[in-house]
């Protein structure tokens, strides 16, 4: 999994990084074996003017074609830094799921053969 961590309005230093690689190591946990890209956007909206302004957004880019967004704002970055990973954890899986589920479901209508008569 690449995961690629790039910042607007400040400095991406190595302790932020290594916490939001680990964030979303755990986060995705099972489902990292589907993920073939991770892109992560860290923004100060407001600036030095404070409040709820810290973004994190974060883009996995799944097997197929397969695209999960998600954004939060906080006004602590690490804060949104969790509930984004979290969130993102828990779309990837439940995408992951649906895949694995139509791929399963359509295997299985592939394999009933309609039932034939025994003849005695």
Known sequence: MHT???TQGFDLTDGLRDYTERRLA???GRSAHHVNRVAVLLADINGPRGGVDKRCRIRVRLAPSLEVVVEDTQADLYAAIDRAAERTGRTVARSVGRQRGSR???RAARNMEPETAVQA
């Open 4 to 6: 690629d961590i790039q």
């Open 26 to 28: 755990y986060a995705l």
């Open 104 to 106: 399963f479901a359509s």
